[in-house]
């Protein structure tokens, strides 16, 4: 049944039936939480559950024609706004007008759902407040954002908060065995490196990347021997090898990260359990040779990269600089 098909998020879905069967919906919702955990399944499920003409106890009933359609995202009454080249601008909010006006088509309610509302563009923020603040009839209004804080302070008080947290591992590596026919062993490491994201670990193994991790490891490890001339040259080598464009550039820095944080951990704990448990070995040699300091200093230069590519700086500098701030950070220069 309906709430079923969302992996996880137990807590979730039970407080949304209650308050279905309670009759307690409120205007609008904010969904928070990870890139990738459920939030648009849910809402879906969700918009199911109260449009579907013969609910159960889990929800909509997930074969009526109603349902279908809803999973599909073709049902008239549910409308689904996602940004347009990474912003959503006030030509999409004034679909949700238009949506709201006409009323309901066939349910007995509308289902607007805004998908990274923290990417609405100041005007349209502005204008959708002015929406939510009238309140209208028969409409409820289902946001999603990572964090609070990237959302119009006004706007996020109108709602009320639900909190998603990635999707516990064995969940995760249940669902990868199942939709990618991954074997254990495969499903639990990328289970771990997409730290409890389905579409991240999803995006991973489709890209091909995935198998890509030994040589993504010997490399990050033979760039730190270089000397600083050949660093850079490799740097970026490595930039246009894996260009920014989709997820190969910051898979890269993923991987380092999981990399240093298992060094990290395999310096601190008697009994750590690694993100690249099939690296062990050579994890423990790589902690070995450096100090706890390094191993944070790393770590957080890596980050900062991250941060920066996400920012679109020219991805040739970011690889340079991360590369010249790993070897500061192990005292080589
Ligand atoms: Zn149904």
Not at 119 to 133: I, P, V
């Amino acid at each position: 049944m309906s709430f079923d098909l969302l992996a996880g998020h137990g807590q979730v879905k039970s407080f949304l039936l209650r308050m279905i069967k309670k009759g307690l919906l409120p205007n609008a919702y904010l969904f928070l939480g990870p890139y990738g955990v459920g939030k648009t399944l849910c809402a879906k499920l969700l918009a199911m559950a109260l449009l579907c003409q013969e609910p159960g106890p889990t929800g909509g009933c997930t074969l009526c024609k109603v349902c279908k359609r809803s999973l599909e995202e073709k049902h008239p009454d549910l409308l689904i706004l996602r940004p347009e080249a990474k912003v959503i601008s006030i030509a999409q909010i004034k679909e949700i007008f238009h949506q709201i006006s006409s009323g309901p088509y066939q349910g007995r309610m509308s289902i607007i759902i805004l998908d990274h509302a923290e990417l609405m563009s100041r005007e349209a923020a502005n204008s959708f407040l002015k929406t939510l603040e009238e309140g209208p009839k028969d409409t409820l209004f289902i946001l999603e954002a990572p964090d609070e804080n990237m959302v119009l302070p006004t706007i996020a008080s109108r709602c009320q908060r639900l909190r998603f947290l990635p999707i516990d591992h064995p969940s995760l590596s249940s669902l990868l065995k199942r939709d990618l026919g991954l074997v254990d062993e495969e499903a639990q490491i990328l289970a771990h490196i997409a730290k409890g994201s389905y579409k991240w670990a999803r995006e991973l193994w489709e890209s091909g990347l995935f198998p890509l991790r030994t040589k993504f490891f010997a490399e990050l490890i033979e760039l730190l021997s270089l000397e600083i001339s050949d660093l850079v040259m490799r740097a970026h080598g490595i930039t246009e090898q894996y260009p920014n464009q989709g997820i190969g550039l910051m898979y890269l820095l993923d991987q380092m990260e999981t990399w240093y944080r298992d060094a990290l951990l395999g310096k601190l704990v008697d009994k750590p359990t690694f993100y690249n448990r099939d690296f062990s070995f050579q994890i423990y040699k790589f902690a070995e040779a450096r100090s706890l300091e390094a191993l944070v200093r790393s770590i957080f230069s890596i980050l900062c990269a991250k941060k920066d590519l996400k920012n679109d700086i020219n991805p040739s500098l970011v690889m340079e600089n991360l590369m010249l701030e790993l070897k500061r950070a192990e005292g080589d220069l």
